[in-house]
């Protein structure tokens, strides 16, 4: 059929259908006119139309009511009836509908409140829920809480539900308006708790509690709470979701503020009893501060996606923050309270502080069971006992940080894994004690943050299809994930119930307040819960096994059993990337911790090859700037840094901190992590300014957002002191190192190698000091613990120890543990690594003190070898090593051995100091000098040519000077450059005797020096009246010299 | 969205997997409880996934046309998942004269609803102005004149249209005289 063909049959068919139907069968003859093709066209849409029934007739359900517009239904107006009520006037308006004061005539007279719903939902739906809830709703019987009577449809179709009528206003109004205290408040809110408590014991969630929805109302002058809109919610439908919050004209109306995470998730989770005790928090919340936790012009200006997102992930501020933060408007609130800001402030911290944020968490197995258990903190607090919120404070501060990592991720598993760290709190205090680890001389650093953020690529078209496609299948895959879930819920609730018994038996004796617990127990748990694993109980739903398996994994890793935490992350590694596309967030959080616990077992190879493979997926899966790929960065970084790649680490790091900053302007994400590893890299690479401050801005950040005896502190204040001992600034150090050792001494077990590695930092701090007894047992300390665990920080803490016996002079005693470091140091690092160079220097060292040569000198170069296959030329670490080889030699006498060093020593040194550095003048002095003993003078005289040059300007008047000019004489003497060697020799001599009196005791050998090459001189020149009479003065000199053998200064 | 204004196919082809992903979250959530009053509505899906990616902000009609011809496709593709996804488990066969919008023949079975999507590629082929008006009306839930708004036609003439559309639609799928 041609288009004009078409258009005609359309035309037709719309014609005819509007005439009545005796008239069609004439209108169509005449217009068809003997077309028949045309007329079987048009007959076959008349048919269909008549029969299509309610095919497709009213697409929009709600059509109708949208299409009126406010107002126009004006049967809603004071003296018009509803049913057996008579309404009388309109006390509020709300996003769902209107509420009249009312007033019931049958079968008694009593004022009611009457809420009419409007926003165009099906009537009989929503009256068929409500009625569900009815026996429910008539069997609460609460002082507070207001009644619901009745509900019903009004003429116009409208569902409308009446109350018990409550004179009152809103809580927090009446309690701004009269100024009432925190206490006060607190009281009030109590009755609210109870209200609520007697609801969910019925069986009733509120699922809308908000401050509207709370009034107070006076009984002789006593203010009374009440509790109103039960049961309207779900029966409406309108549980705070999003469908509340637009109306026909595609408004946002309601307020999301009060919107608990799982509210806010969207995804058909089971709304229970505790959504309701996260709004009470926000309403607890409000009452303190005068603000919600979230601010909602900004939640509302974000938009809808990060609108709930931001409720499900962002981590309010604690009611004292936010007192301090308001500033002005803080005055006022405080005001309102009748106290003044600071004193809010304190009032707030603590307890109060704990207890609202204890009803805010995201997880909701991590707040309060019950209303009741919320008022009886509450109430506690007012009667100053100790609240049960706050009590083990570490552990639920390391629950929030333990949040913003991906650990949060896995809570999928949220039955099993909630219980694991509930069960195990402590250890991941532990966890996240070693949760930021590299195998390096430094410390290990492994957190990464993972952020849920469900944006799709705006890249290329072909990304995009790739997305798309894979949200079809992954859409396709949840129809049937959503029928295994029950059966999953139920596993992990099985999960859960062995686990519970394990605790009941294992855990009951010890004392919940106390921290440390016993690690073994706690592996035995694991081991039990894997012994389930392994068995299948969790084989049909594979991502449930993944996300427990990771969790056990963490876990054990946090203990320090990489061994058993490894064969676990990878199964969860493995199970994840069959279940998912590739750059999902869960293979991410697999792979970062699988790559963790290889480097802790210093399995470099297979962690290299994650980390970068893990960069190159989230570089071909994120976008620039994604939080994701900052963490695939951080972790390609570490993995670089265990090996001391330090210049390709930098660069990674930095764009990581870049993309960090710009997430998380805040800087309290997991910037702090991002931080601390550049300032490894940077110290590695010697840029120590930027080193040191960037670990104090890591530092103080964890400060700000964390407990004062965290674990992660104080790994920050044990870099910190490192650096700051490193540069040399002891006394700063020293009291770091001690509030860390504190803080780890008090969280983790007994025999944890990070307390071994806080012991020997100590010990070199206090060592540097010439503290050695102090030293001394700190080190032994950390041997011991290294030794039992066997653990790769035993390679510091014996170098820490040998080299303390060798600051006592005890070599002989250092010597064993200098030989049995160097062998941890082999064992534990690659080959080539510089901390293995470090072990050979030290020991090399200890057998040149105790003049064991020939065993010193293959250390030593291997040493140099070492360092100069992995540093730049002029890294202090070789340079110091050169200096110390170059200076072995010429004790030894081995002058031709040591000219070679010494070149190359120079060398280094040109490179870093200025042109005209005194320092470097002493290198050159001392070079020129084998060179003199194995009489090149030709290279000689340059070399001192240059040092006199730098010496003359920089300290003319300096015997050293005088001392250079000397053997400048010596070396042009020796290329029978009489003249001028008479000249130099001459004046350096004049220039040393002079000075004679500043020549220390060391350098006393130099006067004799300069005249023995006189005295060669005249003899070379033949003057033999010179020669005798300098002879002579040689004589006197040599008798001043105190003793032989001495080195000299230069 | 303004990219999408200018017709940009690319841009429109860009909207797709975001409204895709907001529509299948919530929709899936919907779909999943399957009780037979299930209140799965179109056009409440479409809004909310408009306030998630658009937020509050009121857009320009021709922005928002684009939007909800990808709504539109992303409905449909989630009803065929839906479909597909139950097989032969689940639905019950109803009378397709008993499927007045979206949630009811969400109930239908896996094969009526794969039938219609079938009719509605040819139709697409035939006449694609009618076409577009059973995919705005119907998986995207628009009113008669906002389809109208979006196609660019007077109200009236969007009226006629979905009559026309309507019938041609189910003269495919009904069952032979």
Redesign the interface.
């Known amino acids: 059929m041609t288009d004009a063909d078409?258009l005609l049959v359309?035309r037709l068919?719309?014609q005819i259908?509007e005439l009545p139907a005796a008239a069609r069968a004439a209108a169509l003859e005449r217009a068809c006119q003997g077309n028949a093709r045309l007329r079987t066209e048009v007959e076959?849409?008349?048919?269909?139309?008549a029969?299509?029934?309610?095919?497709?007739?009213?697409?929009?359900?709600?059509?109708v009511a949208?299409?009126a517009p406010e107002g126009s239904l004006s049967s809603e107006q004071p003296g018009s009836s509803i049913g057996r009520y008579k309404l009388l006037e309109q006390i509020g308006e709300g996003g769902m509908g209107t509420i009249w004061m009312a007033e019931q005539r049958e079968p008694v007279k009593r004022r009611v409140a009457l809420k009419i719903i409007k926003l165009g939902m099906?009537t009989k739906?929503v009256i068929?829920r409500f009625e569900a809830e009815r026996q429910a709703l008539a069997m609460m019987d609460h002082p507070h809480i207001a009644k619901v009577f009745d509900a019903g449809t009004t003429d116009a179709g409208r569902p409308y539900f009446v109350m018990e009528y409550i004179k009152g206003i809103p809580i927090l109004e009446y309690c701004d308006q009269q100024k009432v205290d925190t206490k006060s408040r607190l009281q009030l809110f109590l009755a609210v708790c109870h209200a609520i408590q007697h609801a969910h014991q019925k069986g009733v969630i509120h699922r809308d509690i908000k401050p509207s929805n709370v009034l107070v109302t006076l009984h002789d002058g006593v203010p009374v709470c009440k509790v109103i809109d039960f049961g309207i919610a779900k029966a409406t439908?309108s549980e705070l979701t999003?469908?509340t919050?637009?109306t026909e004209h595609?408004?946002?109306v309601g307020t999301p503020a009060y919107m608990s995470p799982e509210q806010a998730e969207?995804?058909?989770l089971d709304i229970d009893t505790r959504s309701d005790i996260y709004s009470l928090g926000v309403l607890l919340y409000e009452l303190l501060t005068g603000t919600t936790p979230f601010d909602i012009k900004d939640l509302?200006a974000?938009?809808?996606?990060e609108m709930?997102r931001t409720i499900r992930e962002v981590e309010p501020h604690k009611p004292s923050t936010r007192i301090s933060e308001l500033g002005e408007i803080g005055t006022r609130t405080a005001m309102e309270r009748r106290v003044d800001q600071n004193k809010l402030c304190s009032l707030l911290r603590g307890d109060l502080d704990w207890i609202v944020m204890k009803c805010l968490e995201k997880d909701r197995s991590r707040r309060y069971e019950t209303a009741n258990g919320l008022a009886a903190d509450i109430r506690r607090h007012l009667d100053d006992e100790p609240v049960t919120a706050g009590a083990p404070s570490a552990s639920y501060r390391l629950h929030k940080f333990i949040r913003r990592n991906k650990v949060q991720v896995l809570a999928g598993a949220a039955v099993a894994a909630a219980l694991l760290i509930g069960v195990v709190g402590f250890a991941w205090q532990a966890k996240l004690a070693n949760e930021q680890r590299i195998v390096a001389e430094k410390a290990r650093e492994s957190e990464s943050e993972q952020r849920k953020l469900?944006d799709?690529s705006?890249n290329e078209?072909e990304t995009?299809a790739r997305?798309?496609k894979e949200?079809?299948a992954?859409?396709?895959k949840?129809?049937?994930e959503?029928i295994a879930q029950e059966a999953e819920a139920r596993k992990q609730a099985a999960i859960a119930e062995a686990i519970a018994r394990f605790q009941t038996e294992m855990l009951a004796a010890a004392d919940p307040q106390n921290l440390l617990g016993d690690t073994v127990t706690v592996v035995q748990v694991m081991a039990a819960a894997v012994t389930l694993l392994d068995a299948g109980s969790l084989a049909e739903q594979p991502l449930a096994e993944a996300r427990v398996r990771a969790t056990i994994g963490m876990t054990l890793e946090g203990l320090g059993r990489y061994d058993d935490a490894e064969p676990n992350l990878r199964k969860a590694l493995a199970i994840t990337r069959a279940v998912h596309p590739a750059g999902h967030e869960d293979i991410t959080t697999c792979v970062h911790m699988l790559a963790g616990v290889l480097l802790a077992q210093n399995n470099h190879v297979e962690a290299e090859r994650l980390s970068r493979e893990a960069l190159e997926t989230a570089r071909a899966v994120y976008p620039a700037g994604h939080p994701e790929l900052a963490s695939a960065l951080n972790l390609r970084s570490m993995q670089l840094l265990a090996l001391d790649k330090n210049a390709e680490a930098e660069p990674l790091l930095r764009e990581a901190l870049a993309i960090e900053r710009q997430v998380a302007p805040d800087g309290r994400q997991g910037t702090d992590s991002y931080l601390d590893n550049l300032a490894k890299v940077l110290w590695n690479l010697n840029q120590l300014d930027e080193a040191e401050a960037l670990f104090r801005e890591a530092l103080a950040i964890r400060r700000e957002a964390l407990p004062a005896a965290h674990p992660t502190i104080a790994m920050g204040l044990n870099n910190l002191a490192a650096l700051l001992h490193h540069r040399s600034k002891l006394t700063e150090a020293e009291p770091l190192q001690r509030e860390a050792l504190g803080i780890y001494r008090a969280c983790l077990p007994a025999g944890h190698p990070d307390i071994a590695k806080c012991l020997q930092i100590l010990a070199g701090l206090l060592q540097s000091q010439g503290r050695y007894a102090e030293a001394d047992s700190l080190a032994r300390e950390a041997v011991d613990i290294d030794r039992a665990a066997g653990h790769p920080g035993i390679a510091q803490s014996l170098t820490r120890l040998g080299t303390l016996r060798m600051t006592q002079g005890k070599f002989a005693e250092a010597e064993p543990l200098l030989h049995e470091a160097l062998a941890a140091s082999r064992a534990f690092h690659p080959a080539g690594h510089r901390d293995i160079a470090t072990a050979l220097g030290n020991l090399a060292m200890v057998l040149d003190r105790q003049d064991k040569y020939e065993e010193a000198e293959p250390v030593l170069r291997e040493s140099i070898d070492l360092l100069r296959a992995s540093v730049p030329a002029d890294h202090p670490h070789l340079v110091a090593t050169l200096r110390f080889l170059a200076h072995f030699y010429e004790r030894q006498g081995k002058v031709d051995q040591a000219v070679p060093v010494r070149r190359e020593l120079l060398g280094s040194t040109r490179a870093s100091l200025e042109k005209d550095s005194p320092e470097l003048a002493v290198h050159l002095m001392a070079f020129s000098e084998s060179l003199i003993t194995l009489q090149q003078w030709g290279e000689a005289e340059g070399v001192l040519r240059e040092c006199l040059a730098i010496r003359e300007k920089a300290e003319p008047d300096a015997w050293t000077t005088w001392n250079t000019r000397s053997w400048l004489g010596a070396a042009m003497l020796g290329q029978k450059k009489f003249a001028e060697a008479e000249a130099q020799l001459l004046a350096g001599y004049r220039g040393l005797q002079e000075r004679e009196a500043s020549i220390p005791p060391a350098g006393a050998i130099r006067i004799p020096r300069a005249i023995e090459h006189l005295v060669q001189l005249y003899e070379a020149t033949g003057n033999a009246t010179e020669a005798a009479a300098w002879r002579g003065r040689l004589e006197a000199a040599r008798a001043k010299v105190p003793a032989p053998g001495t080195t000299g200064g230069r | 969205m303004s990219a999408a204004a200018s017709g940009d196919k690319s841009a429109a082809n860009e909207l797709l997997p975001l409204v895709y992903e907001q529509l299948r979250r919530a929709a899936e959530a919907d779909l999943r409880r399957e009780r037979p009053d299930h209140t799965l509505s179109a056009t409440a899906l479409v809004h909310e996934a408009y306030l998630r990616l658009v937020g509050p902000r009121e857009l320009a009609w021709t922005n928002r046309a684009h939007f909800y011809a990808a709504a539109a496709e992303a409905m449909r593709r989630i009803l065929i998942d839906h479909a597909r996804a139950r097989g032969r488990r689940g639905g019950q066969h109803v009378r397709l004269q008993d499927c007045p919008d979206f949630a009811s023949l969400a109930g239908a079975g896996a094969e009526q609803i794969l039938a219609v999507d079938e009719a509605l590629g040819r139709l697409t082929e035939q006449d694609p102005e009618a076409a577009a008006m059973v995919r705005l009306r119907f998986y995207a839930g628009l009113s008669v004149d906002e389809a109208a708004a979006a196609m660019g036609l007077s109200p009236r003439t969007a009226a006629r249209l979905w009559t026309y559309a309507r019938a041609a639609l189910y003269r495919d799928l009904r069952p032979d005289p």
């Open positions: 078409k359309r068919f719309l259908a076959a849409l008349l048919r269909a139309d029969e299509a029934g309610q095919f497709m007739a009213s697409p929009t359900a709600d059509g949208r299409r099906d739906q068929a439908n999003t469908k919050l637009f595609r408004q946002m969207m995804s058909g509302l974000k938009g809808l996606g709930m469900a799709a705006r078209a995009q997305i798309a949200r079809e992954e859409a396709r949840s129809a049937a959503a």
